[in-house]
Nanobody, 125 residues
Framework: VQLVESGGGLVQTGGSLRLSCTVS????????VGWFRQAPGKEREFVSV????????YYASSVKGRFTISRDNAKNTVYLQMNSLKPEDTAVYYC???????????????????WGQGTQVTVSS
């Protein structure tokens, strides 16, 4: 199983980026995929996940209204559209996958079995 993130980069405050997470070695439609991020000196934190089979989408309060998660099962890819970016969004962004949706534990890193290597997002002020 391999998850590969792409789409990170340097952007000015207020700008946009779209991250992609392309998975291989599993059938995406059978998995839940979440996005996390980790800023320097901080713990990895939850950003978003789609419980697409249950019809629910969850966002961290810090990104709600600015970020949108989506997926294309045919392309085995999950996206994170990030708009109105702020300097505090600067971090390495990771995608993570698991076969089972963990209910109220969806924001825990321990709820995901597979992880990508991350892509750097830097927002300049």
């Amino acid at each position: 199983v391999q998850l590969v993130e792409s789409g990170g980069g340097l952007v000015q405050t207020g700008g946009s980026l779209r991250l992609s997470c392309t998975v291989s070695g599993l059938v995406l439609q059978n998995y839940f995929v979440g996005w996390f991020r980790q800023a320097p000196g901080k713990e990895r934190e939850f950003v978003s996940v789609d419980n697409w089979q249950g019809g629910d989408i969850y966002y961290a309060s810090s990104v709600k209204g600015r970020f949108t998660i989506s997926r294309d099962n045919a392309k085995n890819t999950v996206y994170l559209q990030m708009n109105s970016l702020k300097p505090e969004d600067t971090a390495v962004y990771y995608c993570a996958a698991d076969r089972w949706f963990r209910g109220t534990h969806y924001s825990d890193t321990s709820s995901y079995e597979y992880w990508g290597q991350g892509t750097q997002v830097t927002v300049s002020s």
